[in-house]
């Protein structure tokens, strides 16, 4: 939990001082109230006192309690803007790191797991901060304070309320060995919940279409029922805490009450002034007592919040003590008589914490202008190779050049601005077309209607964004849900399109365009980007039969490279794949 504290900065530091200030004052004032309440009862048991000096007394009192409301109420504003800004600072250090993370540390967390963390965790940690800045800082003062007040009073009373506040220690003690470990669970059956939530919202056509829903809804309330036997657990138990206090509270008060009609009875009765000290005392003990209790109960509100509290901070500090494993780079520019080549010397890769490679030996290279496609059985590692070149991993053997530059030389930025990226599964963002085709809040403000329209057409998307009410300005929701897969494909390779990139990547970007429109769009790209460098993945022969190079992969191996016309005649995996698909005649043998 201390952990967390690093990330407040010294505004929030000085704003901590003022609240321990503000306590103290508090603290004091509250303390003040016994002693008046002593006088005012010796008043009202002495004979020829006046309501005068009652009354003056009773101002005191009123005076100390409005005072200690108005720090209660500083203390709560200052604590909760303290929390406040804590928790905006950790939700942004949380996406930048997020965002600075690798597939690898992606998939190790999970997204599910890192948007409980980014939302939920953070919340419990900003409550437990408010909180803890009221309660954790005047509890300590209170109880050692009021105990030194108290001391001098009478040492039966004394131990009476030590006693009883080494049974409260007991019960806290029980009850944090009971609840932690519930707590450390609840976090992470959260997390287990949202996946399930998430996976059944995300593919709900494909629960629908094999009538899964009561199946899904089994998994569903599988995890819901572990997440609420546990929240039941930890719940009964902080519901028994209160009780327990007042039990506690509740004993000491008569024990008190006890010894002080003891002693009271033993004062002879020729010294009644002695016994109106006792009675006067005992008011004012009660209320030292009261307030130890009190600052016991204070804590109590924070063990129901802490042991949460602490799971979530060790979980936000995973990952903001994670170390990408990609690393940023020095390098802005590389030599221009280079650009748009790509080159992969004796590369290998196998994923995070796998033990067999999935790619081994690989070295190819695609000079300025080229298009270079790969193709493969299904697992041949097709996509993978790809991903090493926008460096969303990296090689764990050999060299991936871009520009004749190794990758991981290069900052992040400057490598994602050569390249225009069309991932295999379309993202699509909500917003506008023109959003989403010239993407990111710089390039949007930068691109004119032209260069949008432009893209569009290359992609072979201006007649249906034109049919849409609106057009370039039509609305789009949140992955492209009111658009088909084609159009999603489409608009995603405009956006590569718009970008004006020295290499693209198209990572089985065709799939869900008909052939017509598959080779209409690539007749348009290779006649409106002469000079940039392609890099296509595809299942369909068609779609890469006009490549200058085809890369065959077969379980991670490169087992042929050439052109079409050659791969027929030199490559049997190549060979077997085409004539799975097209006939003698159209591959023209």
């Known amino acids: 939990m201390f952990d967390t504290l690093k990330h407040l900065r010294r505004k ?29 009862t010796a008043l009202l048991a002495t004979p020829g006192s006046t309501v005068g000096e009652v009354w003056h007394n009773g101002q005191y009192m009123l005076l100390c309690a409005l005072g200690s409301l108005a720090s209660a109420i500083a203390v709560g504003f200052l604590a909760a803007k303290v929390g406040s800004s804590l928790s905006q600072r950790l939700r942004s250090k949380l996406y930048d790191k997020v965002n600075s993370f690798s597939m690898g540390e992606i998939n190790n967390f999970s997204t599910a797991s890192l948007i409980t963390r980014s939302t939920n965790d953070v919340t419990q940690v900003q409550m ?14 209170l109880a050692v304070w009021a105990t030194l007040k108290m001391s001098g009073t009478g040492i039966e009373w004394t131990l009476a309320t030590g006693v009883a506040v080494v049974v409260l220690l007991v019960v806290f003690a029980l009850l944090i060995l009971l609840v932690i470990p519930k707590f450390r669970k609840m976090q992470i059956l ?12 995300t593919g709900l056509p494909v629960v629908r279409a094999y009538n899964a829903e009561e199946y899904q809804g089994i998994k569903f309330e599988k995890a819901n029922k572990e997440l609420t036997d546990t929240q039941l657990f930890t719940s009964r138990a902080m519901a028994a805490l209160l009780p327990a206090i007042m039990l506690i509270m509740n004993c000491l008060m008569l ?40 600052a016991f109960m204070m804590v109590s509100m924070l063990f129901i919040m802490m042991p949460r509290a602490q799971v979530s901070s060790k979980r936000i500090n995973e990952v903001l003590d994670t170390a990408p494993t990609v ?82 030389e290069y900052k992040l930025e400057a490598l994602h601005d050569k390249i225009g990226y069309v991932p295999q599964r379309a993202v699509i963002f909500s917003g506008t077309v023109s959003s989403n085709v010239a993407f990111g809040e710089s390039r949007t403000s930068e691109m004119a209607e032209d260069d949008v329209k432009n ?51 198209f990572d ?19 006649r409106e980007a002469k000079g940039v ?57």
Request: hydrophobic share 45%; charged share 25%; proline share 3%.
């Open 12 to 40: 929030e530091w000085t704003m901590i001082g003022i609240i321990v200030i503000l306590i103290v004052f508090q603290v004091y004032l509250d303390l003040k109230l016994p002693e008046y309440t002593r006088v005012i």
């Open 255 to 294: 024990s008190i009450f006890w010894i002080g009609a003891i002693l009271i009875n033993n004062v002879p009765p020729s010294l009644p002034g002695e016994r109106v000290f006792l009675f006067s005392s005992m008011s004012e003990f009660i209320s030292y007592a009261m307030q130890i209790v009190m």
């Open 128 to 141: 437990f901060i408010i909180f803890a800045l009221q309660i954790i800082i005047k509890a300590p003062i």
């Open 327 to 408: 690393r940023d780079g020095t390098l802005e520019n590389a030599d221009p008589a280079c650009k748009g080549e790509v080159e992969f010397r004796n590369v290998s890769f196998k994923y995070p914490g796998a033990a067999d490679h999935v790619l081994h030996d690989i070295s190819f290279s695609a000079k300025r202008g080229e298009t270079i496609a790969f193709i493969g059985s299904t697992g041949s590692g097709k996509s993978t190779l790809i991903n090493l070149v926008p460096r969303f991993y990296d090689a764990s053997e050999g060299t991936v050049l871009v520009d004749g530059v190794d990758v991981r």
């Open 190 to 201: 959260t997390d287990n919940l949202n996946r399930v939530a998430r996976e059944n919202l």
């Open 508 to 526: 089985d970007s065709f799939s869900a365009l008909d052939y017509r429109t598959d080779r209409a769009l690539r007749t348009a790209l290779k």
């Open 455 to 505: 893209a569009l057409r290359i992609a072979q998307g201006t007649d249906f964004v034109e049919k849409m009410e609106g057009m370039y300005d039509a609305n789009i929701a949140r992955g492209g849900s009111n658009i088909s897969g084609g159009q999603k494909q489409r608009l995603a390779i405009a956006r590569a399109v718009c970008k004006r990139p020295e290499i693209y990547i």
């Open 533 to 589: 460098t392609s890099m296509i993945v595809a299942q369909r022969i068609g779609t890469i039969m006009d490549a200058d190079r085809i890369v065959v992969l077969d379980e991670g191996k490169v087992v042929g490279i050439g052109t079409h016309r050659e791969l027929l005649g030199t490559c049997k995996v190549y060979r077997e794949i085409a004539m799975s698909q097209l006939s003698e005649k159209e591959l023209d043998l």
